[in-house]
């Protein structure tokens, strides 16, 4: 199984940003899939998770309606659209395979900043 995830960067408060997670190694159309996010000095926070066909969604209170969540299953990737960027979500991102509660693979993540 492998994760691996990019799209971060540095952007403005206000900006959008748009990651992505190619999967590998599983059958990615038959999983749940979740995005995650740490904070320095801080624990892992879910941010976001979808269901296998893309069909299901659902946010942290902390993004919902500013962040989106999708899937390319004939691509095999993950996406995370995020739109009206704010410093504290400055973080490293992660896209995780969804297993029971919590998640079995993770990937390298990616590095979102959000500054002026």
């Known amino acids: 199984v492998q994760l691996v995830e990019s799209g971060g960067g540095l952007v403005q408060p206000g900006g959008s940003l748009r990651l992505s997670c190619a999967a590998s190694?599983?059958?990615?159309?038959?999983?749940?899939m979740r995005w995650v996010r740490q904070a320095p000095g801080k624990g892992l926070e879910w941010v976001s998770e979808i269901n296998s066909s893309g069909g299901t969604t659902s946010y942290a209170d902390s993004v919902k309606g500013r962040f989106t969540i999708s899937r390319d299953n004939a691509k095999n990737t993950l996406f995370l659209q995020m739109n009206g960027l704010k410093p504290e979500d400055t973080a490293l991102y992660y896209c995780?395979?969804?297993?029971?509660?919590?998640?079995?693979?993770w990937g390298q993540g990616t590095q979102v900043t959000v500054s002026s």
């Open positions: 995780a395979r969804k297993y029971g509660s919590g998640y079995d693979y």
């Open positions: 190694g599983f059958t990615f159309s038959s999983y749940y």
